[in-house]
């Protein structure tokens, strides 16, 4: 008995010494599947009253001395398994908070023994620990990204039940920016669509296909030059085609030989895509995406390509597209003569069918030459019934837009004629800054100083000024409306300055590229949704500068 009592009270003695304030005692519990639950919840309890001590600062030494006791113990023992469905998804939630590259086989794990319905709360949290850990610059191991895209390959939108699911194993697969990630992601651009399917459209368009291409873009993928070019030419795909073109951009240099050989026909396999498509569209889809690019090869096969085209929506398709290049006479003149074959009955088949000669008449606004002015206004005082209502709307926006102060009077003639009160009053105020500066540029980049009201004519004057400065500046200009980009954030206002800054390099510009680009990654960093749904226009004008500086 004296024996019996003296091992309890050794026991007791031992267990006394156990410091239940100290993770190695809770570490040594993970061992014993009775406290294994309740020591992975005290563990994890650990690493948040750390972080909340710290004022949630990872790097500070009491944060990394908790990590370097429970990282390693927590990970094997997810890797271990034999938990209960809760506590298996607490460990992996904890596990990815801590944001540590010593989780990986965790998170590996994760993705690896993914089963739709079983295990889906362990991938979103898995997911979302990879986004961290890239973003910190840690997402380095081999395991887990290998993981991470063979379960983003096999998963089906179609069959969660979670929307955070999805947008968590999408945003990882962007966040890591593997390059092993990229013939994959060519791979996964072969597989065809059933369009009378909305499981097919959820998970192959929406999904895969279009992850796939913004994983091209951002590894700026050259390989996939010839496959982007097959999605935009396949019909099924149409709704790809603004992030196909997004990548397109993102290898201007690898992607634009790709593309006049599907529009000349010199690459057979993609000449007969183009010839296939519906209406001829291949044409105009390959002009457009081509024209994005603003480089001189493509300028010269849509020239060349122009007086080929044989419908009048190919026609005005091609002269619009060659107006997002810098402005040259032969660019005008291609433009006017493709106007005059136009009759006036003429509508593109695109969507809302438009009548052909208003967009080419509203577009010559991009051109920025003055001398455009008297012919637009010309053009919609001549112009009659359905046809003249909308040279109305288009041809005298772009009037507004080139007139100087010479040409006021003949265009404000046209807008009280033709524009109902509350459109008069953007000529009016497009008139107002015209009369403030005249032809100074320096002027017109100083109306941007102010604050831009919320009604249109307030954007009106700032929009003017941008095309003004433009019009009338220098190299100088260029720089000043560079700094003005992240102060100005009203949609159109934003949208003319960048163009104007496009037209002010035509050779392009690497530096301005960058500072465009610093712009976009900071509204992104704010978390703005609507600031950065406006900075499209400022990332396809940095690729522009981009494609063309680097020939």
Same mark, same amino acid.
Request: glycine residues 4%; neutral net charge.
């Given at each position: 008995?004296?024996?019996?009592? *003296?091992?309890?009270?050794?026991?007791?003695?031992?267990?006394?010494?156990?410091?239940?304030?100290?993770?190695?005692?809770?570490?040594?519990?993970?061992?014993?599947?009775?406290?294994?639950?309740?020591? /992975?919840?005290?563990?994890?309890?650990?690493?948040?009253?750390?972080?909340?001590?710290?004022?949630?600062?990872?790097?500070? !030494?009491?944060?990394?001395?908790?990590?370097?006791? /429970?990282?390693?113990?927590?990970?094997?023992?997810?890797?271990?398994?034999?938990?209960?469905?809760?506590?298996?998804?607490?460990?992996?939630?904890?596990?990815?908070?801590?944001?540590?590259?010593?989780?990986?086989?965790?998170?590996?794990?994760?993705?690896?023994?993914?089963?739709?319905?079983?295990?889906?709360?362990?991938?979103?949290?898995?997911? +979302?620990?990879?986004?961290?850990?890239?973003?910190?610059?840690? *997402?380095?191991?081999?395991?887990?990204?290998?993981?991470?895209?063979?379960?983003?390959?096999?998963?089906?939108?179609?069959?969660?039940?979670?929307?955070?699911?999805?947008?968590?194993?999408?945003?990882?697969?962007?966040?890591?920016?593997?390059?092993?990630?990229?013939?994959?992601?060519?791979?996964?651009?072969?597989?065809?669509?059933?369009?009378?399917?909305? %499981?097919?459209?959820?998970?192959?368009?929406?999904?895969?296909?279009?992850?796939? @291409?913004?994983?091209?873009? %951002?590894?700026?993928?050259? !390989?996939?030059?010839?496959?982007?070019?097959?999605?935009?030419?396949?019909?099924?795909?149409?709704?790809?085609?603004?992030?196909?073109?997004?990548? /397109?951009?993102?290898?201007?240099?690898?992607?634009?030989?790709?593309?006049?050989?599907?529009?000349?026909?010199?690459?057979?396999?993609?000449?007969?895509?183009?010839? +296939?498509?519906? +209406?001829?569209?291949?044409?105009?889809?390959?002009? +457009?995406?081509?024209?994005?690019?603003?480089?001189?090869?493509?300028?010269?096969?849509?020239?060349?390509?122009?007086?080929?085209?044989?419908? %009048?929506?190919?026609?005005?398709?091609?002269?619009?597209?060659?107006?997002?290049?810098?402005?040259?006479?032969?660019?005008?003149? *291609?433009?006017?003569?493709?106007?005059?074959?136009?009759?006036?009955?003429?509508?593109?088949?695109?969507?809302?069918?438009?009548?052909?000669? !208003?967009?080419?008449?509203?577009?010559?606004?991009?051109?920025?030459?003055?001398?455009?002015?008297?012919?637009?206004?010309?053009?919609?005082?001549?112009?009659?019934?359905?046809?003249?209502?909308?040279?109305?709307?288009?041809?005298?926006?772009?009037?507004?837009?080139?007139?100087?102060?010479?040409?006021?009077?003949?265009?404000?003639? *046209?807008?009280?004629?033709?524009?109902?009160?509350?459109?008069?009053?953007?000529?009016?105020?497009?008139?107002?800054?015209?009369?403030?500066?005249?032809?100074?540029?320096?002027?017109?980049?100083?109306?941007?100083?102010?604050? @831009?009201?919320?009604?249109?004519?307030?954007?009106?004057?700032?929009?003017?000024?941008?095309?003004?400065?433009? /019009?009338?500046?220098?190299?100088?200009?260029?720089?000043?409306?560079?700094?003005?980009?992240?102060?100005?954030?009203? !949609?159109?206002?934003?949208?003319?300055?960048?163009?104007?800054?496009?037209?002010?390099?035509?050779?392009? %510009?690497?530096?301005?590229?960058?500072?465009?680009?610093?712009?976009?990654?900071?509204?992104?960093?704010?978390?703005?949704?609507?600031?950065?749904?406006?900075?499209?226009?400022?990332?396809?004008?940095?690729?522009?500068?981009?494609?063309?500086?680097?020939?």
């Amino acid at each position: 008995m004296k024996k019996v009592l *003296a091992g309890l009270l050794l026991l007791l003695a031992v267990a006394g010494c156990d410091d239940e304030n100290d993770p190695k005692t809770w570490v040594k519990r993970l061992d014993d599947p009775a406290q294994r639950a309740g020591a /992975i919840k005290r563990l994890s309890q650990f690493f948040e009253d750390a972080m909340t001590d710290t004022g949630k600062k990872r790097d500070d !030494p009491k944060v990394v001395a908790v990590l370097d006791v /429970i990282v390693e113990p927590l990970t094997k023992t997810y890797l271990a398994g034999n938990l209960d469905d809760k506590t298996r998804v607490e460990l992996i939630k904890s596990l990815a908070d801590m944001q540590d590259p010593r989780t990986a086989p965790a998170l590996a794990k994760a993705f690896n023994d993914f089963e739709p319905g079983k295990n889906d709360d362990d991938v979103r949290y898995a997911a +979302d620990g990879v986004s961290q850990l890239a973003k910190a610059g840690k *997402a380095t191991d081999p395991a887990m990204i290998e993981a991470l895209w063979k379960c983003f390959a096999k998963f089906q939108p179609s069959k969660a039940k979670s929307i955070n699911l999805v947008t968590n194993l999408h945003d990882a697969v962007l966040a890591v920016k593997s390059p092993t990630y990229g013939p994959g992601a060519v791979a996964m651009l072969a597989a065809p669509v059933d369009v009378n399917s909305t %499981d097919s459209q959820l998970d192959q368009l929406q999904f895969w296909q279009k992850t796939a @291409i913004q994983v091209i873009k %951002d590894l700026k993928f050259a !390989p996939a030059a010839k496959p982007l070019v097959k999605v935009l030419l396949t019909p099924t795909k149409g709704d790809l085609r603004p992030t196909a073109n997004a990548a /397109i951009m993102a290898i201007a240099k690898d992607a634009e030989p790709v593309l006049i050989g599907a529009l000349n026909g010199s690459d057979p396999e993609l000449g007969k895509m183009a010839n +296939d498509m519906p +209406d001829k569209a291949g044409v105009a889809v390959l002009s +457009d995406s081509i024209s994005w690019l603003s480089r001189p090869a493509g300028k010269a096969a849509l020239l060349a390509e122009l007086p080929k085209a044989d419908t %009048d929506t190919n026609r005005t398709v091609i002269a619009q597209s060659l107006t997002r290049y810098p402005a040259k006479p032969d660019i005008t003149q *291609a433009l006017l003569a493709t106007y005059k074959q136009l009759p006036a009955d003429a509508k593109l088949k695109t969507p809302s069918e438009p009548f052909a000669r !208003p967009v080419l008449a509203q577009v010559t606004a991009s051109l920025y030459d003055t001398s455009l002015t008297d012919w637009v206004t010309k053009e919609v005082t001549a112009a009659k019934g359905d046809e003249g209502a909308s040279m109305q709307v288009f041809g005298l926006e772009a009037a507004v837009k080139l007139m100087t102060k010479a040409q006021e009077k003949e265009v404000g003639d *046209a807008v009280m004629k033709f524009w109902a009160p509350k459109e008069q009053d953007l000529y009016k105020a497009a008139a107002s800054i015209v009369d403030k500066c005249n032809a100074d540029a320096s002027c017109y980049v100083k109306v941007l100083d102010a604050s @831009i009201g919320e009604t249109p004519a307030d954007s009106m004057k700032a929009v003017k000024a941008c095309w003004m400065a433009a /019009i009338y500046g220098n190299d100088q200009t260029k720089k000043d409306l560079v700094a003005h980009v992240a102060k100005v954030t009203e !949609p159109a206002a934003r949208l003319a300055l960048v163009e104007a800054i496009d037209h002010l390099a035509p050779a392009g %510009d690497n530096a301005t590229a960058d500072a465009l680009d610093k712009i976009v990654a900071s509204d992104a960093a704010t978390g703005n949704k609507d600031l950065m749904a406006g900075d499209d226009a400022v990332v396809k004008v940095s690729q522009r500068l981009r494609a063309r500086a680097n020939p």
